[in-house]
């Protein structure tokens, strides 16, 4: 599995960006996706991760509500659409995915991700 996470850049409080990840090597459909962020100096958190099936979403309570994540399974990629951006949101974004056994299961844990992109610089100016 491979993927490839790009839409990053540089933008102002206030403004949108929309991450894409591509995935390719394996069957699509049957993998659970996720979005995580590292800045410097800090650990790789969770942003927000969707279920194979797409059905099922989750988001780390700082971004609900402004992040939207979102899998188009014809063009195998995954998008964080990123509304309302705030400094804080400055971080190197990274897509993540695993094989998952169920329809509905959402990945949250740094753990449960097998396969990694490599990065996408998002800055955000205040």
């Known amino acids: 599995v491979q993927l490839q996470a790009s839409g990053g850049g540089l933008v102002q409080a206030g403004g949108s960006l929309r991450l894409s990840c591509a995935f390719s090597?394996?069957?699509?459909?049957?993998?659970?996706m996720g979005w995580f962020r590292q800045a410097p100096g800090k650990e790789r958190d969770f942003v927000a991760a969707?279920?194979?099936?797409?059905?099922?979403?989750s988001y780390t309570d700082s971004v609900s509500g402004r992040f939207t994540i979102s899998r188009d399974d014809a063009k195998n990629t995954l998008y964080l659409q990123m509304n309302s951006l705030k400094p804080e949101d400055t971080a190197v974004y990274y897509c993540?995915?695993?094989?998952?056994?169920?329809?509905?299961?959402?990945?949250?844990?740094?753990?449960?991700?097998?396969?990694w992109g490599q990065g996408t610089q998002v800055t955000v100016s205040s």
């Open positions: 993540a995915t695993n094989f998952a056994s169920s329809i509905r299961r959402v990945i949250t844990t740094l753990g449960g991700y097998k396969y």
């Open positions: 090597g394996r069957d699509f459909r049957s993998y659970s």
């Open positions: 969707i279920s194979w099936s797409g059905g099922m979403t």
